[in-house]
């Protein structure tokens, strides 16, 4: 019964994946129109990529809230950040330009590490 669980588990995380990154895939409705295996192989990898980055983005905004919450005296517990999915979409914008500064450095991600789990 134990392993059922386990599998269960998974293969809810695998398709809550492609649920996520099927979402950056519009037109077509993540059907790939052309039968090149090289073309069908980039639209693939692009998807996946573009899913990737916005996890780690999502992951690195979500520890920056964890540590703020650390530093205002709450308590944050392995459990309910196990809980916490990073295959978050409603900030994203699907459609249309995103502006980036290149002037700009982003924040070490080595602040991360300073987060306490209990």
Same mark, same amino acid.
């Not at 269960?8 to 790939?32: L, R």
């Not at 944050?76 to 979409?89: G, H, K, Q």
């Given at each position: 019964?134990?392993?059922?669980?386990?599998?269960? *588990?998974?293969?809810?995380?695998?398709?809550?994946?492609?649920?996520? &990154?099927?979402?950056? $895939?519009?037109?077509?409705?993540g059907v790939i129109a052309k039968n090149d295996p090289i073309e069908q192989e980039k639209?693939?990898?692009?998807?996946?990529?573009?899913?990737?980055?916005? #996890? $780690?983005?999502?992951?690195?905004?979500?520890?920056? #809230?964890?540590?703020?919450?650390?530093?205002?005296?709450?308590?944050?517990?392995?459990e309910d950040v196990a809980l916490i999915s990073p295959y978050i979409? *409603?900030?994203?914008?699907? $459609?249309?330009?995103?502006?980036?500064?290149?002037?700009?450095?982003?924040? &070490?991600?080595?602040?991360? *590490?300073?987060?306490?789990?209990?």
């Amino acid at each position: 019964m134990q392993l059922r669980k386990e599998i269960t *588990a998974v293969t809810n995380i695998v398709e809550a994946y492609h649920k996520f &990154s099927k979402w950056f $895939f519009f037109g077509g409705f993540g059907v790939i129109a052309k039968n090149d295996p090289i073309e069908q192989e980039k639209a693939i990898k692009y998807k996946d990529l573009i899913a990737n980055a916005v #996890i $780690f983005q999502n992951v690195v905004d979500l520890t920056d #809230i964890l540590r703020d919450l650390q530093k205002k005296g709450y308590l944050v517990n392995r459990e309910d950040v196990a809980l916490i999915s990073p295959y978050i979409t *409603a900030h994203v914008k699907r $459609f249309g330009d995103y502006l980036i500064d290149m002037e700009i450095v982003p924040k &070490s991600l080595e602040d991360a *590490a300073n987060l306490i789990l209990v």
